[in-house]
Each structure stands twice: as structure tokens, then as C-alpha cells.
């Protein structure tokens, strides 16, 4: 394992993961540079890291012109070497039925988890080629190699950083970049505070009985999740390593979990699946008259009209 010191970059470093992994690496005596968009919670992690090689840099990853910013102080800072390693941990997810989160909701997890990762990365890239080093850790989640209820926008966001990740892993290779994936199982952060916030807004839904069911059990869930430094030191494998592993699960129990879902007949992980999120007749309460919608019936000429026009040729 090296020890090198390295210029490291992390991506929402103001909180939970990490924050956790900025101030560790800076431990361990690497340079680190602490990405966020909030210039306050910024200032508490260079507090925190007070006396150790930490530098704080503002980044929205959504925001193209942020990104190029930070990239100019990157280059500053590094007197145009660049990074020797990019942690793309920035991210949240919005929890509730996949059927009934709004097209908004999605868009913004899918403009952080995924379309933020590959902006960041692909900024970062040039200089990385040019030395023909560096190293790219992307943290996904456990939540992208199974599917749980409830977080399917969150999980489909990181089953597509999985697959990026290993195209990338193959074809930045020959540049002498490696790739590796960390997936992190039930963390003690402020993730599922964030995740349940607004599930008022599914008390319309037939899912509303099973939401509230799912929030008070969630509530419960905190003792069973690990500390962000089982993760931070994880990620600190990665940076460390000569050759790092293309996937790191941490807590190493979580295996337990993609091993069961690998090896259990589809149809019982299904039902363990509908149980843990009370989707059953009996938890939904679907034991009255079914459910109806009032809606207005299609006008198929509207939809033509509509249709023709969001295909006609832009002025």
C-alpha cells in the first residue's frame, strides 16, 4: 500500500460521508481539497481540520460555471498538475414510490448522482491523461447493485454510476487513470432525514398507509447504521492502494445482503422485498372498494395537436 502523499479532491465534503473522508485523508497526510455548496458548513470542516493539509473550494456540481471555477483553483493550487485523485462522493436521494415521484424530483437526483458525477469527471480528466496517472472513486451504494421499495429513482441513479464506473475503469486504463466504486450499506448521516422529508406528499396515493408504515420503521433504523469512517476509510483504501479494487462494500456484513439477493429465488426476494416495504393487501389497506381517480377523459385531438407541435421545427 503507498503512502504518497496526494492532492485529493472530495465532492460534497460538508457533511456525513463526506466531510468524514475529507478531514481523514487530511489525516493520513494527504493534501485535500473540501468541495460543497455551502461556504458555511465549508468553513466548519477547514475549522475542524485546523493544523492539517486541508483547503476548501465552493462546488455545485449542477452548475457547469461552478465547475469550471474550480477546476481554475484546482490548477492554482496545484500549479497546473491537477488532481492525483477525484472523489466523486456528492449526492441524495428522495425517497417514495418510484410511480409517484414527480418528474422534478427525479430530474434533480439524476442532475447530482449522475450528470454532476460524469461533469466533474470529465473537467478533472485533461491533466490526469496528460501525466497518464490519476485516480477517479466514484461512492454508489449498495443501493446500486440491489433495488429496494421506495428508493427506486435513488437506486436507478446509482446502478447508472455503476455502470459508468466500469466503462470508464476500461477505457481510462490505458492512460494509467485507474476507477474503483465504493458502496456504502446503512450509514449513520443525515441521507435518510433528507430521503423521508416530504413523503407528504404521497398522503394522496394508495401508498400512504405503507409510507407512514416505512417512515416509523426508518426512524428506527439509525441503531443498525455504521459511522461515515467505516466509509472514509474505505475510500482511503482506494487512495492509497498501489492497484485499488474495482468495488469496495463497507461494512464488509453488507456482502450479507447482495450475497441473499443473488442466491434467494427471485420470487421469495420479492416477497421480502413487498414485506420490508409493507406492500401487502392488508398494509396498503386495499381491503375496502378500490381506489379511483377523478380525471378527465384524453381529448385525442388535444394530444395530436400537442404532439405536432413539440416536434415542429424550432424557430
Excluded: C
Excluded at 462522493?89 to 427525479?106: C, K, Q, R, V, Y
Excluded at 448521516?189 to 400512504?208: H, I, M, W
Amino acid at each position: 500500500m503507498s503512502t504518497t502523499s496526494k492532492l485529493v479532491l472530495v465532492t460534497g465534503a460538508t457533511a456525513g460521508i463526506g466531510r468524514m473522508t475529507a478531514i481523514h485523508l487530511a489525516k493520513q497526510g494527504h493534501r485535500v481539497i473540501a468541495t460543497g455548496r455551502k461556504p458555511a458548513e465549508l468553513a466548519k470542516v477547514k475549522l475542524e481540520a485546523a493544523g492539517l493539509s486541508l483547503e476548501t473550494v465552493l462546488l455545485d456540481v449542477t452548475s457547469q460555471a461552478s465547475i469550471a471555477a474550480a477546476v481554475a483553483e484546482v490548477d492554482r493550487i496545484s500549479k497546473g498538475r491537477g488532481l492525483d485523485v477525484l472523489v466523486n462522493n456528492a449526492g441524495f436521494g428522495i425517497l417514495g414510490p418510484t410511480s409517484e415521484i414527480t418528474d422534478a424530483d427525479m430530474r434533480r437526483q439524476y442532475e447530482t448522482n449522475v450528470f454532476g458525477l460524469m461533469n466533474v469527471t470529465r473537467a478533472f480528466l485533461p491533466k490526469m491523461r496528460e501525466r497518464r496517472a490519476g485516480r477517479i472513486i466514484n461512492v454508489s451504494s449498495v443501493g446500486g447493485r440491489i433495488t429496494l421499495p421506495y428508493f427506486g429513482v435513488y437506486n436507478s441513479t446509482k446502478y447508472a454510476v455503476e455502470s459508468l464506473s466500469d466503462a470508464l475503469r476500461y477505457e481510462l486504463r490505458p492512460f494509467g487513470i485507474d476507477v474503483a466504486l465504493i458502496e456504502p450499506g446503512v450509514i449513520r448521516t443525515n441521507f435518510e432525514a433528507t430521503a423521508v422529508s416530504g413523503l407528504e406528499q404521497f398522503a394522496s396515493t394508495p401508498y400512504a398507509l405503507a409510507m407512514r408504515k416505512y417512515e416509523n420503521m426508518s426512524k428506527t433504523a439509525d441503531r443498525f447504521a455504521s459511522n461515515p469512517i467505516v466509509i472514509a476509510r474505505a475510500i482511503a483504501r482506494a487512495v492509497n492502494a498501489g492497484r485499488p479494487s474495482a468495488r469496495y462494500v463497507a461494512p464488509r456484513s453488507t456482502n450479507m445482503i447482495i450475497w441473499m439477493s443473488a442466491l434467494l429465488p427471485t420470487r421469495m426476494w420479492d416477497w421480502m422485498m413487498r414485506k420490508v416495504g409493507f406492500l401487502t393487501p392488508k398494509a396498503l389497506d386495499l381491503s375496502g372498494s378500490p381506489v379511483t381517480h377523478d380525471r378527465q377523459p384524453i381529448d385525442v385531438s388535444v394530444v395530436k395537436r400537442t404532439s405536432a407541435e413539440a416536434h415542429a421545427p424550432a424557430n
